[in-house]
């Protein structure tokens, strides 16, 4: 069966910073994009960060320059690195894996970013 499970999340002031991983039971981990979505309170899921099996790597427009994803495929682990946060980055954050018709995501972990 497989697992993605995210940690790292937790409450932080602004201004700080976190770092969440994803560790994923997955057959060739190495071929799968994978991406970090979040969901606040009320509001739709949406895509913060996605790297392909390449390394390519793509955010949204409003964590550009703050946050990096990156991957450690001997490690089937993937990370978001989240720097100078701000308290609109407040969600659960989840971890997506897909590779053609094959779509896993984590069970997610909590930020909370206040003072």
């Known amino acids: 069966q497989v697992q993605l499970v995210e940690s790292g999340g937790g409450l932080v002031q602004p201004g700080g910073s976190l770092r969440l991983s994803c560790a994923a039971s997955?057959?060739?981990?190495?071929?799968?994009?994978m991406g970090w979505y979040r969901q606040a309170p009320g509001k739709q899921r949406e895509l913060v960060a996605s790297i392909t099996s390449r390394g390519s790597t793509d955010y949204e427009d409003s964590v550009k320059g703050r946050f990096t994803i990156s991957r450690d495929n001997a490690k089937n682990t993937v990370f978001l690195q989240m720097d100078s946060l701000k308290p609109e980055d407040t969600a659960v954050y989840y971890c997506?894996?897909?590779?053609?018709?094959?779509?896993?995501w984590g069970q997610g972990t909590q930020v909370t970013v206040s003072s």
């Open positions: 997955l057959r060739a981990f190495s071929m799968y994009a």
């Open positions: 997506h894996a897909g590779l053609l018709r094959n779509d896993y």
